[in-house]
């Protein structure tokens, strides 16, 4: 079932990882071009090292990407 266009739009904040959108949202690039979203929920990369910009690959895992400081950790 998909989300109702009034749906409230919601934004997860991944520990270690991406930004998860789900609802509605418009994406558009540094000129102001849409960007086509494929899916329900949007992955979108927060370490910058995607290689699918904005759009997150999973790359955070191999560079080790932290959403914690080290002090914040202990």
């Known amino acids: 079932m998909s989300p109702s266009p009034d ?10 990882g991406p930004l998860l959108v789900r609802g509605p949202i418009d ?3 540094g ?10 929920t949007v992955a979108l990369c927060r370490c910058g090292v995607s ?7 999973g790359t ?4 080790g990407f ?4 080290p002090d914040a950790a202990s």
Do not use: M
């Open 7 to 16: 749906a409230p739009t919601q934004i997860f904040a991944c520990p270690n």
């Open 27 to 29: 994406l558009v690039d």
């Open 31 to 40: 000129d102001g071009e849409p960007i086509t979203q494929k899916r329900k």
């Open 51 to 57: 290689a699918i910009k904005p759009f997150c690959d």
């Open 60 to 63: 955070h895992k191999l560079i």
């Open 66 to 69: 932290r959403t914690e400081t």
